[in-house]
């Protein structure tokens, strides 16, 4: 029996708009009961096709859209052909000289669903984040060893995500010779040692890629706070673009002591690196009250809010914080800020800056808008794609 998904009667204007999630709101009734993760046919409630897409029984996401074109076939061959595209696309956008560590697979806006992949020099490393990507996890092995030419892959499906979808977590190594230590990557000339086993993510946050290096290129000369520093990111462009002294914040007393590995590492001067452990929040403040300053800030914080439901007490968060690096920006100084959240609109993002400025009681400007860097795109009819939001600004 054919497994079919038929929407509910005015409830496929979505699927139509090319959006690749159908909640379970806008089902009517599943009919040949697929499996966890199974390839299902979409069809409108007047029983027209309108796709294929992965069956999550579990999820309020009910199933993600394969393909808009009913005529379709969801097999080995077109889960290859998407990430032959994938991976294609990165080697124009990333080539070898800009960094040996990006991401070949950005989920739903390369039109497979829930499944990640980061390549860190030899090794590939992937999340199967869904039903509907674990369904096809041999398949999508065998289609990135041929495509990448790479044999030694790890997995890092442990995230809440998976829980949702009901499927365990799930890490380890999937194919090639022992287990990964290090892995030494390169980003714009710079190296950097990933813990690919258990390092936040999958090891380290490719998507700021091209905002470190902006970063690098205005910090000549400067006194540099970079807080939430993780191993060093921008701390590393910092130093090598010449600044003065750079004083990283982050929880993680881990991250911090690799990032101070990275310093050695590059050859850069450990006497201008600084590194705290603590919370940004209460560093912030207590430098306020000790009336320190500096020419540049930065500001990465993790995400403060999964969904639009949660943005309000996400704004809390990202106006605090941007407030007291205003306090702390001397004159002429420049905040470079993000957000990550997927459910802060860049609007809202602009909005909480623009008020913790007012409430610093400083005047700044935008001179920069700032995103994710080009392997992790956002697909046209998938706006949820686009997370990352940053502003440079200028007091
Ligand atoms: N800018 C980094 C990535 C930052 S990720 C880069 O380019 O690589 C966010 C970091 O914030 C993580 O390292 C996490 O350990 C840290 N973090 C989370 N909450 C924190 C808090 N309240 N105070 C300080 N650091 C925090």
Redesign the pocket.
């Given at each position: 029996m054919e497994k079919i998904l038929q929407l509910k009667g005015g409830r496929d204007k979505a699927v139509r708009q090319m959006h690749p999630w159908i909640f379970s709101g806008a089902v009517e009734s599943v009919q040949g009961d697929p499996q966890i993760g199974e390839t299902v046919r979409v069809v409108s409630a007047s029983g027209e096709g309108l796709g294929w897409a992965g069956y999550s029984p579990h999820s309020q996401i009910r199933a993600r859209m394969w393909t808009w074109d009913p005529d379709q076939a969801v097999n080995e061959a077109f889960i290859h052909e998407r990430i032959r595209r994938a991976v294609e696309m990165r080697r124009f956008w990333v080539p070898a000289q800009v960094s040996d560590a990006v991401r070949l697979v950005h989920a739903e806006s390369d039109g497979l669903p829930g499944l990640v992949v980061d390549r860190y020099a030899d090794w590939l490393v992937v999340q199967f984040l869904t039903a509907g990507a674990e369904y096809w996890r041999e398949t999508i092995l065998d289609a990135l060893r041929s495509l990448t030419g790479l044999s030694q892959i790890y997995e890092r499906s442990d995230v809440e995500a998976r829980r949702l979808e009901g499927l365990p977590g799930r890490t380890g190594l999937l194919s090639g010779s022992g287990e990964p230590g290090p892995v030494r990557i390169q980003e714009h000339g710079l190296q950097f040692d990933v813990d690919v086993k258990s390092g936040?993510k999958t090891g380290?946050?490719l998507d700021?890629r091209d905002n470190?290096r902006l970063v690098g290129e205005i910090t000549a000369g400067c006194q540099v706070l970079?807080?939430?520093?993780?191993?060093?990111?921008?701390t590393l462009y910092a130093l090598r673009g010449g600044a003065e002294s750079v004083l990283s914040?982050?929880?993680?007393a881990e991250?911090l002591e690799q990032g101070a590995a990275h310093v050695r590492l590059n050859g850069l001067d450990p006497n201008r690196a600084e590194w705290l452990a603590?919370?940004?929040?209460q560093?912030l403040r207590k430098f306020r009250d000790q009336g320190r300053s500096f020419n540049r800030i930065?500001l990465?914080?993790?995400k403060f809010a999964q969904t639009a439901a949660q943005a309000q007490r996400a704004a809390r968060g990202y106006k605090d914080i941007n407030l007291l690096a205003f306090k702390l920006l001397r004159p002429g100084g420049i905040l470079v800020t993000f957000s990550c959240s997927g459910g802060v609109t860049a609007e809202l993002f602009q909005k909480i800056v623009a008020g913790a400025a007012l409430d610093a009681g400083v005047e700044a400007r935008i001179v920069r808008t700032l995103t994710q860097a080009p392997d992790h795109p956002v697909a046209m009819h998938f706006p949820e794609g686009a997370y990352l939001k940053g502003l440079v600004c200028q007091v």
């Open positions: 936040q380290f946050y700021q470190r970079n807080c939430f520093s993780y191993t060093g990111g921008f914040v982050d929880s993680s991250a603590g919370d940004v929040f560093v930065i990465d914080p993790p």
